[in-house]
């Protein structure tokens, strides 16, 4: 066993559950390695977020919660074009000159972190329509992993981001996308960067992320929730339901703004967005897992059946 096989293992073990992967480990690790590059030495990014993926769906399973493992395929089919959308705006803040008072500017020219960001997650879109899904939750990772890693990076070497309350959601919504289905609907991610283009000025009428464009995010917020709603209604069901539940974290964090203005905060600041964060995420965190466990209760409650009748004491 070389070290990159043994590095699969070490994943493996790490995200998927003991019965699983004592059956179905090697055949895995053989997938991922037919996959590999010459010369490579480590898992991808991309290969980590899809283990993680894989492991935590065959995780729900083990714990009874099927019904919120299979409801990550149609949340993930909400969640990935919301975010191809959002990045095919913020592509459009960072490209498209703005007139201002000294004259145009091209941030462009001088914000490559924010380019690359957003075209990352426009080129899931592309992967999606024309390749297998493996390599659309490949790209996700890669994207996640991108839009994780420039926030250190703009640190470090002093170059402008897109600001944490677009880059905070779009990791959210791409955690979710992870849960794409075998067979989707190729157009629609693509449709996402379709109605982000035009959209741009919309979400960011100014030209800049903030002021009006902070708020304006929420407008997508609104369109994701809408959609939850209505594949609840048609559906009637509960997965549809856990897919509205798993959606409601990336619609909060959405809205931080004016959920932060709503909370107390008149201008919002950083910390005060990283305190709205935190309640979105717990709050929403905390809702779904007690509608699990109430799922799970019940479940168990009509397995059991009715009590068998007590013979009489003579």
Same mark, same amino acid.
């Given at each position: 066993?070389?070290?990159?096989?043994?590095?699969?293992?070490?994943?493996?073990?790490?995200?998927?559950?003991?019965a699983y992967r004592h059956e179905r480990a090697s055949e895995i690790v053989g997938t991922y390695?037919?996959?590999?590059?010459?010369?490579?030495?480590?898992?991808?990014?991309?290969?980590?977020?899809?283990?993680?993926?894989?492991?935590?769906?065959?995780?729900?399973?083990?714990?009874?919660?099927?019904?919120?493992?299979?409801?990550?395929?149609?949340?993930?089919?909400?969640?990935?074009?919301?975010?191809?959308?959002?990045?095919?705006?913020?592509?459009?803040v960072e490209l498209i000159p703005v007139i201002d008072d000294i004259g145009p500017a091209r941030?462009?020219?001088?914000?490559?972190?924010?380019?690359?960001?957003? @075209? =990352?997650?426009? !080129?899931? #879109?592309? &992967?999606? *329509?024309?390749?297998?899904? %493996?390599?659309?939750? /490949? +790209?996700?990772? $890669?994207?996640?992993?991108?839009?994780?890693?420039?926030?250190?990076?703009?640190?470090?070497?002093?170059?402008?981001?897109?600001?944490?309350?677009?880059?905070?959601?779009?990791?959210?919504?791409?955690?979710?996308?992870?849960?794409?289905?075998?067979?989707?609907?190729?157009?629609?991610?693509?449709?996402?960067?379709?109605?982000?283009?035009?959209?741009?000025?919309?979400?960011?009428?100014?030209?800049?992320?903030?002021?009006?464009?902070?708020?304006?995010?929420?407008? @997508? =917020?609104?369109? !994701?929730? #809408?959609? &939850?709603? *209505?594949?609840?209604?048609? %559906?009637?069901?509960? /997965? +549809?339901?856990? $897919?509205?539940?798993?959606?409601?974290?990336?619609?909060?964090?959405?809205?931080?703004?004016?959920?932060?203005?709503?909370?107390?905060?008149?201008?919002?600041?950083?910390?005060?967005?990283?305190?709205?964060?935190?309640?979105?995420?717990?709050?929403?965190?905390?809702?779904?897992?007690?509608?699990?466990?109430?799922?799970?209760?019940?479940?168990?409650?009509?397995?059991?059946?009715?009590?068998?009748?007590?013979?009489?004491?003579?």
């Amino acid at each position: 066993m070389n070290d990159l096989e043994r590095r699969y293992h070490r994943l493996i073990r790490l995200f998927y559950p003991a019965a699983y992967r004592h059956e179905r480990a090697s055949e895995i690790v053989g997938t991922y390695l037919d996959l590999t590059t010459p010369g490579q030495r480590r898992p991808s990014p991309a290969d980590v977020a899809d283990l993680a993926a894989g492991g935590l769906r065959q995780r729900l399973r083990t714990a009874g919660a099927a019904g919120l493992g299979a409801a990550m395929p149609l949340a993930a089919m909400l969640a990935l074009p919301t975010a191809t959308m959002i990045a095919a705006a913020g592509l459009m803040v960072e490209l498209i000159p703005v007139i201002d008072d000294i004259g145009p500017a091209r941030r462009g020219a001088i914000a490559p972190l924010g380019i690359g960001v957003w @075209a =990352a997650w426009v !080129l899931v #879109a592309v &992967a999606h *329509l024309v390749a297998p899904s %493996r390599w659309t939750r /490949r +790209a996700i990772g $890669a994207a996640l992993a991108l839009t994780a890693t420039v926030i250190p990076v703009s640190a470090i070497i002093g170059e402008p981001r897109p600001p944490l309350f677009t880059l905070v959601p779009q990791l959210a919504l791409g955690l979710v996308a992870l849960g794409i289905p075998a067979r989707p609907l190729r157009l629609l991610p693509l449709a996402g960067v379709a109605v982000g283009i035009p959209a741009s000025g919309l979400l960011f009428p100014t030209g800049f992320y903030y002021g009006y464009g902070a708020d304006a995010l929420s407008c @997508a =917020a609104v369109i !994701l929730l #809408a959609a &939850a709603v *209505l594949l609840l209604v048609l %559906r009637n069901d509960f /997965r +549809a339901l856990w $897919a509205l539940l798993t959606l409601l974290g990336p619609i909060g964090l959405l809205s931080l703004h004016p959920l932060s203005r709503a909370a107390g905060y008149r201008n919002p600041t950083v910390a005060s967005l990283a305190v709205t964060a935190l309640a979105v995420t717990l709050t929403t965190s905390a809702l779904l897992l007690i509608t699990l466990t109430a799922r799970e209760r019940s479940t168990r409650h009509l397995h059991a059946g009715p009590l068998p009748p007590q013979r009489a004491e003579t």
